[in-house]
Structures are given as structure tokens and as C-alpha cells.
């Protein structure tokens, strides 16, 4: 059982040295890596793992080909000002080759965290000689596995993998006491930027959490420009979140005339205080039908757009 | 190379004995049978037919199970309350036997066109003896045909079939030279009630035609239950169309705490003059939430729901 520290009670100095020197003790003279995946938790754990351990702390970023447009240079961005070195690796072949004629959203989920921890990041261990893997594993994240709700991909335990028996190596998991606000308080105190804090959530699985069907280069890339329209056009409404998913039926459009059987694009946006509940943000009519009308523009093949009319429960933030 | 008559150069005084007397010419002492859908066109139509034949026009209503809530009721009651009378025939089973296992649309399409010319109403000529059959096909079907947009089902042409070899009857058009405005203003002479007129636009398919994938009895109920939702809803709007369809995909909701793989409705309500162009409608927020209640508790299965927010081109007013 893990004891929680709240965000109120987290004294983010004596929470640092602690940990600083519990990551110091267990690696000792060796090495440790870690995957930057530029969410807050694994930005947090990065910049403690290498306050604790500076060069010997191997900081990867692995680019699945799920990204957002432009999000591997400003991840690496923000790090770069911050002097912590940051590797990109590019396993975008190897992801999309795992996918390949997955449609189910549960097998999909599966191959791109078997493709990860099995396949690209158990390589990048290997390669880098380290005995030590830092992970940002917080307390929601075991909550939420433990409720059924969805599987954490960074939760070891939920694959059957020993990693130490699996890859050589020990997993260390210094934010597990904390939940998100915890965590974030946390990184302002090791200077990571606001901007960084300002991203709204991502989910691991990346733009396949955002396709439903498979998810081919050409799909993520349809959905990656129309997330790029929708959170160019709803970041200044203080949402919760906000995405674009890519559906799979075909519905009936027209250009020039002649019938096009062409493609859908859903949007959501959020108004929630902690996820566990939400409501679709009250956005302006002349923005949506904006929205509609730069979304068909900006992604080749989709005819319709649509908005999220319903609340959580019984709907859910993400699609799949 | 059929000649218009607009809305305003039409004199219903005149156009009425006219096609009266052509349709009396016709079918001299024989007998005719005509479909009523209870759209615009095939009510007036039967009105028309009733007032040139009398008892020797024989009106069916199919019952195709693909109608809305309380819909064949409806109907039938216009007419009775016009001391026309209707025959309804009920043919659920024969159309749901005929899309079982179709998803294609114009596959969907074609089963339903087929079933009810060559299947149901064939059998309902036959056994009536008609010689003649009336259809309220108008100047709009054919360019829309022409056009390429949609395949209209009541122009036998586009189905190869010459009625009088393959069923042993003429067909007779007396609205051909008709558009909506015009067919409204001669119902409106022939004593249809506004109710009628009042209602929505409603596509040849029925409820099919908002249905993405099988069109199962379970499918149409469930689309069925939305569009009642939605038209209660939306009706004060002054919209020119609102409907409910049922999707295909699959999406992630949550109910008591566990994971359920759902449905999704998407709504769509237009405003349009004329259905060339059309744009969403702006439904105040209070109302799309309401809505999106509403339709996830009368539902089965329904986990989330969706307001249209492009616009007609490049989307089109139906989804299939």
C-alpha cells in the first residue's frame, strides 16, 4: 500500500533531497535511463532523475509516430534551455509495423505498450549499458488500473513483466506517492517552464488513442492536422481538454457537385475540475462552425465534423 | 425534356382537372394503385388520384419498419380524417430479411428499392389487379439523379425496370413537372392539412438511411428512440431539417464506475432554404446538453452523442 502525499502536505525541498538521494543510493555507481514522453510526469521525473544523477542519467525520447505536429521539438525545446540532454529515437517504422490491421482498441493499446517496453525501449536499455529505469508512475495511475477504468501503460505490473528478470534492469518510481497536483508543484520547484504545465493532457497511446479502426501513418496524420486546427481554436477557453478523433465510418459528402463518401472528424472539449466528471465546454457557435470549416480544409477526405454533446458518465474524455 | 412549372406561374384551379382528366383518360375503366410514404409528394399524390378515381385508386402504406415512432398512425390518420382510405401492409419482415448482413449504403439502398418495387408493392399490384400506378416522382428527383447526388428511388429508369414488362402496368407521373414549392401549394388546394406540410423532410430509406452499418430491428429501434428525442427537441427552431443517427464506431463510456464499449448518436439539425446549401443550426447550449441526457437515457447502449458542426458542401444534409 502506498501512502499519498497530497499536494498540500507535499514540502517539495525536503521531498527533492529525499528523493534525490534515494535515486543516488539505489544506482549507486551505475547508470540510469528514462523515457521522456513530455507529459508533466515523465518532464518531472526527468529533471529529478538528473538532479540526482546529471550525466549518468539517460534521458530518451522515443518518437512513435504518434505525436502531436511539432511536439518532439518542443519537448526537446524545453529541455534543451534547461541543459538536460535529451536523445530523440526514432521508432516510427517499428510502431506502425505492430499496428498494422489492429482495429480493436484494447489490441491496440497492447501493441504500442508491447512495442515500447518489449521492443524499442528494452533495446534502448540494453544499448545504454543502464541497471536502472525511472518512471513517473503516480498514485492516479494505480487507481485507475485498479478500477478497471483503463490500463496504465507504465504500470509494470499489469504486463507480467519483471523488468529486472525481463531486461536486467530495476524500475524506480520516485513520484508514486503523488497525484497530479502534486506533481506539478513539484516541477515548478525544479524550474521546469509553465508552459510545459499549460499542455492539456495526452493521452500514452499518443494520436492512436485519437483514430479509431487502425491506425495507418496516413490516419494519424489526418488527425494530427486536425488536432493541430482544434487546439489552435479552443486553447483559450480554460478547458479541461480538448482533442480531435478520427472516426471510422464513412459518411456522405459533396464536392463539386459529385458524392464523396468521405471521412468524419469528432470534437471535444471539456470542462471538468478533475476528469472524474465533465461537461462539453460551452464554446461559441461562430467557433464551432469555424472549426468545422477549417477541419474539412485542413485534412484531406473529411466531410463532416462534430462536437461532443454529451456529459462524463456515461460518456468517457477520450474515445478509445 | 420535361417543362416546369414554377410555384408561381402554377394555377392549382386548372392543373387540377387538367391531371385529373388525364388521369381518368388513362386508366379509362380500369383501375390504379399508388404507394403513400406520407411525404409531400405521395400524399398529394393520393389526393390527387382519389379525386380523379374515386374508390378505383387503391392507396397502400407499406409498413417497411423502417418508419419513426407512431408514424404509420400519423399517416393513415390525415387520411381518414379526408375520408381517403389506406391500406397498410406489413412488410417488416421481408425488408429486414433483405439488409441483413449489408453495410454498403447504396447496398442498403438498393435492398430496400428492390424489396418494395419488385418484392412488396410487385406482390400488391398483382394481387390488386391495378393496371395503372401513380408515383409522385417531381423535376427535383430527376436532376438530383442526373446530378449524381443521390439515386432517387422512385424513378424506375435508374433501376433498369420497364414497369409494364415486369409488372404489367403504366406508370403515371402527374407531378413530373413539379418542384417542393409547387407540390406544397397544390396539396394546399387538394385540402392536405398544414400538419403535414409541417412535417421534416424525411429520406425514401427511412430510418435506414440513419443507420451506419446493419440495419438490424435492434439498430432502427435504437435510432428510432433518438430521433423521437430529437425531434420533440428540436422542433421549435424553425430548423429546415433535424435528425439522429446512429453510428457504426464504437467509443469508451463508463456506467457505475466500469468500462462499457458503446454507441454513439450524432445529431444534425440544418438551416437551409432550399437543401442546396445548408449550415448547423444554432441550438442554444442549455438544449445540445439536454439532449445529449436525453438521448444516453432512452437508449440502450448510447454512451455518447454529437452535434453536426459543419457544413453542406462539402457534408450533406443525411449521412447516407
Same mark, same amino acid.
Given at each position: 500500500?502506498?501512502?499519498?502525499?497530497?499536494?498540500?502536505?507535499?514540502?517539495?525541498?525536503?521531498?527533492?533531497?529525499?528523493?534525490?538521494?534515494?535515486?543516488?543510493?539505489?544506482?549507486?555507481?551505475?547508470?540510469?535511463?528514462?523515457?521522456?514522453?513530455?507529459?508533466?510526469?515523465?518532464?518531472?521525473?526527468?529533471?529529478?532523475?538528473?538532479?540526482?544523477?546529471?550525466?549518468?542519467?539517460?534521458?530518451?525520447?522515443?518518437?512513435? %509516430?504518434?505525436?502531436?505536429?511539432?511536439?518532439?521539438?518542443?519537448?526537446?525545446?524545453?529541455?534543451?534551455?534547461?541543459?538536460?540532454?535529451?536523445?530523440?529515437?526514432?521508432?516510427?517504422?517499428?510502431?506502425?509495423?505492430?499496428?498494422?490491421?489492429?482495429?480493436?482498441?484494447?489490441?491496440?493499446?497492447?501493441?504500442?505498450?508491447?512495442?515500447?517496453?518489449?521492443?524499442?525501449?528494452?533495446?534502448?536499455?540494453?544499448?545504454?549499458?543502464?541497471?536502472?529505469?525511472?518512471?513517473?508512475?503516480?498514485?492516479?495511475?494505480?487507481?485507475?488500473?485498479?478500477?478497471?477504468?483503463?490500463?496504465?501503460?507504465?504500470?509494470?505490473?499489469?504486463?507480467?513483466?519483471?523488468?529486472?528478470?525481463?531486461?536486467?534492469?530495476?524500475?524506480?518510481?520516485?513520484?508514486?506517492?503523488?497525484?497530479?497536483?502534486?506533481?506539478?508543484?513539484?516541477?515548478?520547484?525544479?524550474?521546469?517552464?509553465?508552459?510545459?504545465?499549460?499542455?492539456?493532457?495526452?493521452? %500514452?497511446?499518443?494520436?492512436?488513442?485519437?483514430?479509431?479502426?487502425?491506425?495507418?501513418?496516413?490516419?494519424?496524420?489526418?488527425?494530427?492536422?486536425?488536432?493541430?486546427?482544434?487546439?489552435?481554436?479552443?486553447? %483559450?477557453?480554460?478547458?479541461?481538454?480538448?482533442?480531435?478523433?478520427?472516426?471510422?465510418?464513412?459518411?456522405?459528402?459533396?464536392?463539386?457537385?459529385?458524392?464523396?463518401?468521405?471521412?468524419?472528424?469528432?470534437?471535444?472539449?471539456?470542462?471538468?475540475?478533475?476528469?472524474?466528471?465533465?461537461?462539453?465546454?460551452?464554446?461559441?457557435?461562430?467557433?464551432?462552425?469555424?472549426?468545422?470549416?477549417?477541419?474539412?480544409?485542413?485534412?484531406? %477526405?473529411?466531410?463532416?465534423?462534430?462536437?461532443?454533446?454529451?456529459?462524463?458518465?456515461?460518456?468517457?474524455?477520450?474515445?478509445?
Amino acid at each position: 500500500m502506498v501512502k499519498e502525499i497530497t499536494a498540500q502536505a507535499l514540502d517539495t525541498e525536503s521531498f527533492i533531497n529525499e528523493k534525490v538521494a534515494e535515486i543516488r543510493s539505489a544506482v549507486g555507481k551505475g547508470t540510469a535511463i528514462n523515457a521522456l514522453s513530455g507529459g508533466v510526469d515523465s518532464s518531472v521525473v526527468t529533471m529529478l532523475g538528473h538532479r540526482a544523477l546529471g550525466d549518468r542519467l539517460k534521458t530518451v525520447l522515443v518518437e512513435n %509516430g504518434l505525436m502531436r505536429a511539432g511536439e518532439v521539438e518542443q519537448v526537446t525545446g524545453f529541455f534543451r534551455a534547461l541543459d538536460v540532454p535529451v536523445q530523440v529515437a526514432d521508432a516510427r517504422n517499428e510502431f506502425f509495423a505492430a499496428l498494422r490491421g489492429l482495429t480493436d482498441p484494447e489490441t491496440k493499446r497492447e501493441a504500442i505498450t508491447q512495442t515500447f517496453y518489449r521492443q524499442v525501449f528494452g533495446r534502448l536499455v540494453k544499448e545504454s549499458g543502464a541497471q536502472h529505469l525511472l518512471q513517473g508512475t503516480i498514485l492516479t495511475d494505480i487507481d485507475e488500473t485498479v478500477a478497471g477504468i483503463k490500463r496504465q501503460h507504465n504500470v509494470f505490473e499489469q504486463l507480467g513483466i519483471d523488468p529486472e528478470e525481463a531486461f536486467g534492469y530495476k524500475i524506480l518510481e520516485p513520484l508514486i506517492q503523488l497525484r497530479k497536483e502534486g506533481v506539478r508543484k513539484l516541477g515548478e520547484a525544479l524550474g521546469l517552464p509553465d508552459e510545459l504545465f499549460g499542455r492539456i493532457p495526452f493521452p %500514452g497511446p499518443g494520436l492512436a488513442a485519437r483514430v479509431i479502426g487502425e491506425v495507418t501513418p496516413e490516419r494519424v496524420e489526418a488527425v494530427r492536422r486536425a488536432t493541430e486546427v482544434v487546439e489552435a481554436k479552443l486553447s %483559450g477557453f480554460g478547458a479541461f481538454q480538448y482533442l480531435a478523433i478520427l472516426h471510422e465510418d464513412r459518411v456522405t459528402g459533396i464536392r463539386e457537385g459529385r458524392r464523396e463518401f468521405g471521412q468524419q472528424i469528432e470534437v471535444r472539449c471539456w470542462d471538468s475540475v478533475d476528469a472524474r466528471t465533465a461537461t462539453p465546454t460551452r464554446v461559441p457557435f461562430d467557433l464551432l462552425e469555424q472549426l468545422g470549416r477549417e477541419i474539412v480544409a485542413a485534412v484531406p %477526405g473529411v466531410v463532416s465534423v462534430t462536437y461532443n454533446i454529451a456529459c462524463k458518465p456515461p460518456s468517457t474524455i477520450e474515445a478509445i
